[in-house]
């Protein structure tokens, strides 16, 4: 079966466009069509794009209850599901709910016609709609250490599987857990793996400040103060982190703030309603960044989203 172009562009304006199919996109597709709303979620890339670049037969953090579309619905065989498990679980989701999916198409530009009215402009189509929901992630812009050598063909910025570099040299740069899980992966299937970490990210304890996790602190370390080291590679992972693109959003006149890493939209935290009314974020780019999250403000947002828009219709 294709998942294709299931909506085209009618003259028929819609109630809502929801920009990204990730757990928030999906979910809010739910409740969209649950309100009877008039929907379309625009996807770049394919459903779950980033599960779907998750490392190969990675388990999830994450316990079913906290991943899954309905309750029970996902039943990994182990205590929680690999990424295969869980893109099968999103997927059929989307299949047996019919949702209006378009994936291969990229959001290029939103611009405000007049109040409650939006054009979209897309890689293949334009659509008028009456609110806009980003779930677009925060996976856009992987971070660079900009430093010489880092575009050499051999530096990746995402890591999906290890198999190529049996028996290499593999370098993994990074102080989080997706750096140390991939340095584990390289290293248990026969690369000659480093990582390369700050003294302080290890020694993090913190989850709240993105410490890795306990289960994947299993490593030995190699540490040297103050001296050059030169370390052999065939293969360089950068895994440093990402950030959300922004750029439409900031177009359309949101305003954002810096954090300490990362820059945020601006958000009503009852409605998720940017100071652009009308425009609406969830997902991992917000303070709700987790899967959990992703899937849960969906449902609580878009019945008050679908209740504006009726008041707005017997106005
Ligand atoms: C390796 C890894 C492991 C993780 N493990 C866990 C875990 O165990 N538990 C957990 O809770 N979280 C985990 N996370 C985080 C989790 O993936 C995110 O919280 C989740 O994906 C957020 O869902 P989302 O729908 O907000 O964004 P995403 O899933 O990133 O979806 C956003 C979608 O928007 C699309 N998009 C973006 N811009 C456009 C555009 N202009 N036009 C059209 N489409 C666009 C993208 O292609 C993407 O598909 C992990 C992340 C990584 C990278």
Same mark, same amino acid.
């Given at each position: ?81 690999? !990424? ?8 059929? =989701? ?19 016609? &007049?109040? &409650? !009215? ?12 009456? !609110?806009?929901? =980003? ?7 992987? !971070? ?14 995402? =890591? ?37 970490? @700050?003294?302080?990210? @290890? ?11 306990? @289960? ?56 998720? &309603? ?42």
């Amino acid at each position: 079966m294709e998942i294709g172009l299931l909506w085209s562009p009618m003259n028929e304006p819609l109630d809502l466009v929801i920009i990204g199919a990730g757990p928030a996109g999906l979910s809010a597709a739910y409740a969209a069509r649950q309100e009877g709303l008039r929907y379309l979620v625009i996807e770049k890339g394919t459903i779950a794009d980033t599960i779907r670049l998750y490392p190969v037969g990675r388990t999830l953090f994450s316990t079913p209850n906290e991943l899954e579309m309905y309750e029970g619905a996902l039943r990994p065989c182990r205590e929680k599901p690999t !990424r295969e498990e869980l893109l099968s679980h999103y997927i059929h =989701f989307v299949l047996d709910n019919d949702l209006n999916i378009n994936a291969g198409e990229s959001v290029l530009d939103v611009q405000q016609l &007049e109040p &409650e !009215r939006f054009l979209v402009h897309t890689s293949k189509h334009d659509y008028e709609a009456s !609110r806009i929901l =980003f779930a677009i992630g925060a996976m856009a812009h992987p !971070r660079y250490l900009n430093i010489p050598g880092e575009d050499l063909p051999k530096v990746h910025h995402l =890591f999906v599987e290890p198999y190529a570099y049996i028996r290499k040299d593999a370098l993994v740069v990074g102080g989080g857990n997706s750096a140390a899980e991939a340095a584990l992966f390289l290293s248990e299937e026969g690369a000659r793996t480093t990582l390369a970490i @700050w003294r302080e990210d @290890w020694e993090n304890r913190d989850p709240k400040a993105g410490a890795m996790k306990h @289960w994947v602190r299993s490593l030995t370390l190699t540490t040297e103060e103050g001296e050059t080291l030169t370390i052999t590679n065939d293969v360089v992972f950068v895994l440093i982190g990402s950030d959300a693109d922004l750029t439409l959003l900031k177009k359309l006149g949101v305003t954002t703030e810096t954090g300490k890493l990362t820059e945020i939209p601006l958000y009503d935290p009852e409605t998720f &309603e940017t100071n652009v009314p009308g425009v609406y974020v969830v997902g991992h780019f917000t303070h709700a960044r987790h899967i959990k999250a992703a899937i849960d403000v969906p449902r609580r947002i878009v019945p008050l989203i679908a209740q504006s828009l009726r008041a707005g219709a017997t106005k």
